[in-house]
């Protein structure tokens, strides 16, 4: 099982996350099905409750885990 992240590390990665990507940065999410979706971030990450960096998502109701977040170029597309 992995070791929870502690505090410190919880804040770098919410730091480190919010320096290098804006709200409305496109993103890629995998969600809880396995599946992944293209969005864009509608806030800032910050750590709910000390124990878990989040985000919030277009689309997406409530937080998201930030690591299951992935910023990609804006002129990503998906092809078909």
Do not use: F
Request: glycine share 6%.
């Amino acid at each position: 099982m992995p070791k929870p992240h502690t505090p410190a590390q919880l804040a770098a990665q919410v730091n480190a996350w919010n320096s290098q990507n804006p709200v409305g940065a496109k993103v890629v999410v995998r969600r809880d099905d396995g599946t992944s979706n293209i969005t864009v971030t509608t806030s800032e990450a910050w750590v709910l409750s000390g124990h878990s960096a989040v985000i919030l998502l277009k689309g997406i109701s409530g937080c998201y885990l930030l690591n299951r977040v992935t910023a990609i170029s804006a002129d990503h597309t998906v092809e078909t």
